[in-house]
């Protein structure tokens, strides 16, 4: 599985559309393989999703994050975790554990719903 969070000096990027940088975590059996940073250029919003697709990224973690970039992950099949803050090492560790807490809504207050991430794998429980 491929897990991509949106990257800044070690954190989760709080503005999915204008992430200059991705970190890519190549996971298996729960754990990292590798990790690599991606630069993004200047893509923005749905172009970014046309940019993990390309890379096979199968999860995205990040913080605020729009309608229209939501729906062209959804397009694209990458399942969402956002609102998620802190540490980009420690959130995939988290994902991988099934304990990343992420919202389901990270700029609409009034959808938004915490709760915690489960069975260890992104698909099906963030939001896609």
Same mark, same amino acid.
């Given at each position: 599985?491929?897990?991509?969070? /949106?990257?800044?000096?070690?954190?989760?990027?709080?503005?999915f559309?204008? /992430?200059? $940088?991705?970190?890519?975590?190549?996971?298996r059996?729960g754990?990292? $393989?590798?990790?690599?940073?991606?630069?993004a250029?200047?893509?923005g919003? $749905?172009?970014?999703?046309?940019?993990?697709?390309?890379?096979?990224?199968?999860?995205?973690?990040?913080?605020?994050?729009?309608?229209?970039?939501?729906?062209?992950?959804?397009?694209?099949?990458?399942?969402?975790?956002?609102?998620?803050?802190?540490?980009?090492?420690?959130?995939?560790? $988290?994902?991988?554990?099934? /304990?990343?807490?992420?919202?389901?809504?990270?700029?609409?207050?009034?959808?938004?719903?915490?709760?915690?991430?489960?069975?260890?794998?992104?698909?099906?429980?963030?939001?896609?």
């Open positions: 599985m491929k897990i991509a969070v /949106t990257y800044e000096n070690g954190q989760v990027f709080q503005h559309g204008h /992430t200059k $940088e991705f970190k890519v975590y190549d996971c059996d754990r990292v $393989e590798s990790a690599r940073v991606e630069n250029g200047d893509s919003h $749905e172009a970014l999703a046309d940019f993990l697709k390309a890379l096979g990224v199968e999860a995205l973690i990040c913080g605020g994050i729009g309608a229209g970039a939501q729906n062209a992950l959804a397009m694209a099949g990458i399942a969402l975790c956002a609102g998620v803050t802190g540490d980009a090492d420690r959130a995939v560790e $988290e994902l991988l554990a099934g /304990t990343l807490r992420y919202s389901a809504g990270a700029n609409c207050d009034h959808h938004s719903h915490d709760h915690p991430h489960g069975e260890g794998s992104c698909g099906g429980h963030c939001h896609n």
